[in-house]
């Protein structure tokens, strides 16, 4: 057992890494060759992790290689588009100008019904309310509205509201962030002064508590039967 | 860049390491096979007492190799070997005439030679 419990701690580690390699993409979004990677990578581990007699090596030489191809290939795809259109394929323009691209729908293996299932996914009910419709090359839809269906933005209509900041949290599930506090040039005097204000007597009766760059406090108290 | 020239000696590495792993399994095997061999030969003048010596011989120095071979190899195809060690130092200590040492000693050196064979580079191999 101490055997498998190592084991799979190493081959952990090395998914992780791979994952990580990855960077902040979520499945759905993956481009086919980080799809591909992600796919094998589990499997290769999986085997050695469950069958002892496999040697651990049998697992990670080819994890590492995995690793260090889709490293190399990620930095190619950057450097040639020409590569990236290979590997990664290129977006398909499905709508354009209001008409749908039968072809490019055929060469694309997409059904009508895909179409307009993903227009509504992304709040577009009616074709008609579409000038372009790209499919992008990890899977997803953009889509551009006529700018008659577009929502008006704030200058059009001679408004000028006040730009949103960006909130930080400084007290999570009870622990005072001071390092976030101290950067937006607050003390915990001016802490305890907000604590007062929302009813609370100390961080640890608070959930969450954020405050923004025009210093603008958000506190939610923790709820006592959670 | 860096991240790509890191990676490509990482391959670079391992490529060679693997090459490197090849020749060295390979030496080791062809040693072991060299020592049966003798031992196949002293059978057959009817020298047992060389024979089980050279068998002895064969099976310390597999021994010695067997916790590189565990990290290389298929846990299984190790152990079988180590067995098969077992029976032939057995087979040499009855002084077995009817062939079943020669035989046993064939078996045993051809499972030898495919750990290496199997890591080769060919066509064969890689499909």
Known sequence: MTIAIIRTIVLYLFIILGIRLLGKRQIGELEPTEFVFALIIADLAAVPMQDYGIPLLAGIVPIMTLLCLASVISVLNLKSVRLRNLLDGTPSILVENGKIRQREMTKNRCTVDELL???RLKGYP???MVKYAIWETNGQLTVLPYAKEQPVPAKDLQLSPADPTLPRIIINDGQVLHQTLQKRGLDDVWLQKQLASSGVKSPKEVFLMTVDDNNQVYCSVKETNV | MKRLWISVALLVVMLA?????YYYIKHICRELTDTLSSAQAYAQEGDWEHSEQSVTQARSAWEAHEPYFHVIFVHRDIDQ???EFHSLGELANKQET??????????LMSEINLLYEMDALNLENIF
């Not at chain 2, 390491?17 to 792993?21: D, E, K, P, T």
């Not at chain 2, 009817?98 to 078996?107: H, L, R, T, V």
């Open chain 2, 17 to 21: 390491g693997s090459f490197l792993n």
């Open chain 1, 117 to 119: 299932e993903e227009l």
């Open chain 2, 98 to 107: 009817g062939g079943e040492f020669a035989a046993a000693c064939a078996a």
């Open chain 1, 126 to 128: 009616d074709i008609g």
């Open chain 2, 81 to 83: 070997i180590l067995v």
